[in-house]
């Protein structure tokens, strides 16, 4: 990978993070929740399926493991 592609990704992850981060409110955090934990994840697995270019099912089923593993979710929305 190309030092743009990377910080391309890297952006793009922060990027996703925070705004779900802002979507959230104070309440997330307020509630026991670790940000790191959760929101970093996201943030995470945002820029790697960025980074490795994957398309709109891969990156759905990354994210909805990544949301079942981080928050303990039982649930997710991949089909």
């Known amino acids: 990978m190309t030092g743009l592609a990377f910080l391309d990704a890297y952006i ?3 990027e996703v993070a925070a705004k ?10 307020s509630a ?4 790191t ?9 945002s820029a790697l399926a960025r980074l490795y ?6 990156t759905r089923q990354a994210i909805g493991m990544t949301c079942s593993m ?3 979710s039982k649930e997710t929305s991949v089909p």
């Not at 779900?20 to 955090?29: A, C, F, K, R, T």
């Not at 959760?38 to 697995?45: D, H, I, R, S, Y």
């Open 12 to 14: 793009f992850g922060v």
């Open 20 to 29: 779900i981060g802002v979507g959230m409110g104070s309440g997330h955090q």
């Open 32 to 35: 026991g929740w670790h940000t």
């Open 37 to 45: 934990g959760t929101l970093a994840t996201l943030g995470a697995v």
């Open 53 to 58: 270019r994957l398309d709109v099912q891969a």
């Open 70 to 72: 981080a928050g303990g």
